[in-house]
C-alpha cells in the first residue's frame, strides 16, 4: 500500500508518540463502517464516510491510530488540498468525516483523545444560488408538454416548487405517502429516520390528480414517479429528465435544489412565517432558515428604499431647492 503520509512526513518534524501495540487505522475503518451499520444509519451516510475516510486510509498506510496526531492530520488535509485542488466545502467534510472515525476510536478505547478534535473547518463563504423567477418558472412548466411524461414532469416541479421537497424525499415517495384529500404529503427523511407531514395548495393537488390518474393505467408499483413503461424513476433518470427540460426552456444555471431555495424564499416573501418554513423544509435548527430570511432582509432594504415615505416626500429636493434660491 503506497505509504502517502511517510514523504509528506519527511519534510515536517518527526513525531515524537510512542505507538501502542494496536490494530492498524485501516483496520480500525472497518470496523467503525460496521459499527454504522450496526447503528442502522442511512446507506448514503455509510457511502459518505466510505469514500471521504478512503483519503485517509490511502494516505495513512499501515499505521496505529496511535501514530497519527492532528499534525498529521492537517498535513494530509493541505496535501489534498494542494494536489487534487479540494473546495472549502470538499475538506470540511473530510474533517467531518475524520472527526467521526476518530470520536469512535476514542469511544471503543483504542485512544484516549482524538487527534481530529484539533484540526478546524476552513470558513466557507455561504452563498445561497439565486431562486427562480416567475418566468422561469412559467418556461420550465410549459415545457413540460402534455404527453404522459410532461404531464408527470409538470406535477413533479410543482410539488419540488411548493413543498421545498430534497430530491432523495421526492424520489422516495410512495402513494400511501400522498394525501389528495387532505392536500399533504409525508416525508420520510432517511439520515434521520424521522418522519413530518407537508402541505401543499390546490394547484398542485390538481396536478397531482391530473398525473396519478394517467399513472394508475401505466403501473403496479408503489412509487410515485415512473418511467412511460411503469418503473420506478432512478436517481440519474430523475435529475437528467428534468435538467434537459430546463436546458430547453432556456433557464439557464438550473439545478434540482435551486427548487428548493425559490420555495423558501417565495414563501418568506408572500409573508410567511419562518418557523413554519423550517418545519416544512425539515430543518433540524433555525440556522439554515436563517439564511433565507437574510436573503428577505435584503429584499426589505430595496423595498424600502424604493417607497419610504421620506423619501417620497422630496425633502432633500426641497432642501436643494432652498439653496438655490437663498
Same mark, same amino acid.
Given at each position: *500500500?503506497?505509504d502517502?503520509l511517510?514523504?509528506? *512526513?519527511e519534510?515536517?518534524?518527526?513525531d515524537t508518540?510512542?505507538p501502542?501495540?494496536?490494530?492498524?487505522?485501516?483496520v480500525m475503518?472497518d470496523w467503525f463502517y460496521?459499527?454504522g451499520a450496526?447503528?442502522?444509519?442511512a446507506?448514503?451516510?455509510l457511502?459518505?464516510?466510505?469514500c471521504?475516510?478512503a483519503?485517509l486510509?490511502t =494516505?495513512?498506510?499501515d499505521r496505529l491510530p496511535?501514530?497519527i496526531s492532528a499534525?498529521?492530520l492537517r498535513?494530509i488535509?493541505?496535501h489534498y488540498? @494542494?494536489?487534487?485542488?479540494?473546495s472549502?466545502t470538499s475538506v #470540511?467534510?473530510?474533517?467531518?468525516a475524520m472527526?467521526?472515525f476518530? #470520536?469512535?476510536?476514542v469511544?471503543?478505547?483504542?485512544?484516549?483523545?482524538?487527534?481530529a478534535?484539533?484540526?478546524?473547518?476552513?470558513?466557507v463563504?455561504?452563498?445561497?444560488?439565486?431562486?427562480?423567477t416567475?418566468k422561469e418558472?412559467?418556461?420550465l412548466?410549459?415545457?413540460c408538454g @402534455?404527453?404522459?411524461c410532461?404531464v408527470r414532469?409538470?406535477?413533479?416541479?410543482?410539488?419540488?416548487?411548493?413543498?421545498?421537497m430534497?430530491l432523495?424525499e421526492?424520489?422516495r415517495?410512495n402513494?400511501?405517502d400522498?394525501d389528495l &384529500?387532505l392536500g399533504?404529503?409525508r416525508?420520510r427523511?432517511?439520515?434521520?429516520?424521522?418522519e413530518r407531514?407537508v402541505p401543499?395548495s390546490?394547484?398542485?393537488?390538481?396536478?397531482?390528480?391530473?398525473y396519478?390518474?394517467?399513472?394508475?393505467?401505466?403501473s403496479?408499483?408503489?412509487?410515485v414517479?415512473?418511467?412511460?413503461?411503469?418503473?420506478?424513476?432512478?436517481?440519474?433518470?430523475?435529475?437528467k429528465?428534468?435538467e434537459?427540460?430546463?436546458?430547453?426552456?432556456?433557464? =439557464?444555471?438550473? $439545478?434540482?435544489?435551486?427548487? /428548493? $431555495?425559490?420555495?423558501?424564499?417565495?414563501?418568506?416573501?408572500?409573508?410567511g412565517?419562518a418557523?413554519t418554513?423550517?418545519?416544512?423544509l425539515g430543518?433540524?435548527?433555525? /440556522? *439554515?432558515?436563517q439564511r433565507?430570511?437574510h436573503l428577505?432582509?435584503?429584499?426589505?432594504?430595496?423595498d424600502? #428604499?424604493s417607497?419610504?415615505p421620506?423619501?417620497?416626500?422630496?425633502?432633500?429636493?426641497?432642501?436643494?431647492?432652498?439653496?438655490r434660491t &437663498?
Amino acid at each position: *500500500m503506497t505509504d502517502l503520509l511517510a514523504s509528506l *512526513m519527511e519534510q515536517a518534524p518527526a513525531d515524537t508518540q510512542v505507538p501502542l501495540p494496536q490494530v492498524p487505522l485501516r483496520v480500525m475503518a472497518d470496523w467503525f463502517y460496521a459499527d454504522g451499520a450496526a447503528r442502522n444509519l442511512a446507506p448514503r451516510t455509510l457511502e459518505f464516510y466510505r469514500c471521504k475516510l478512503a483519503y485517509l486510509v490511502t =494516505a495513512a498506510g499501515d499505521r496505529l491510530p496511535q501514530d497519527i496526531s492532528a499534525h498529521h492530520l492537517r498535513l494530509i488535509v493541505q496535501h489534498y488540498r @494542494e494536489k487534487r485542488a479540494w473546495s472549502a466545502t470538499s475538506v #470540511n467534510h473530510f474533517i467531518t468525516a475524520m472527526r467521526a472515525f476518530f #470520536n469512535f476510536l476514542v469511544d471503543e478505547g483504542v485512544l484516549e483523545v482524538s487527534p481530529a478534535s484539533k484540526v478546524d473547518h476552513l470558513k466557507v463563504d455561504e452563498h445561497l444560488p439565486d431562486p427562480l423567477t416567475q418566468k422561469e418558472i412559467v418556461r420550465l412548466l410549459e415545457g413540460c408538454g @402534455e404527453s404522459f411524461c410532461g404531464v408527470r414532469d409538470r406535477a413533479v416541479f410543482l410539488v419540488f416548487l411548493d413543498t421545498g421537497m430534497r430530491l432523495g424525499e421526492v424520489l422516495r415517495l410512495n402513494l400511501a405517502d400522498v394525501d389528495l &384529500a387532505l392536500g399533504q404529503i409525508r416525508i420520510r427523511q432517511a439520515k434521520s429516520r424521522k418522519e413530518r407531514l407537508v402541505p401543499f395548495s390546490g394547484t398542485t393537488r390538481r396536478a397531482l390528480i391530473h398525473y396519478l390518474t394517467q399513472r394508475a393505467t401505466r403501473s403496479k408499483v408503489d412509487a410515485v414517479w415512473v418511467t412511460e413503461d411503469g418503473t420506478a424513476f432512478t436517481r440519474w433518470y430523475f435529475i437528467k429528465r428534468l435538467e434537459r427540460i430546463a436546458r430547453e426552456a432556456g433557464v =439557464a444555471g438550473f $439545478h434540482l435544489h435551486r427548487l /428548493r $431555495h425559490t420555495m423558501a424564499t417565495q414563501f418568506l416573501r408572500n409573508g410567511g412565517n419562518a418557523m413554519t418554513l423550517q418545519r416544512i423544509l425539515g430543518h433540524a435548527s433555525s /440556522r *439554515m432558515t436563517q439564511r433565507y430570511c437574510h436573503l428577505t432582509d435584503a429584499d426589505a432594504q430595496a423595498d424600502h #428604499n424604493s417607497a419610504s415615505p421620506v423619501e417620497g416626500w422630496g425633502l432633500e429636493a426641497r432642501r436643494r431647492q432652498q439653496r438655490r434660491t &437663498a
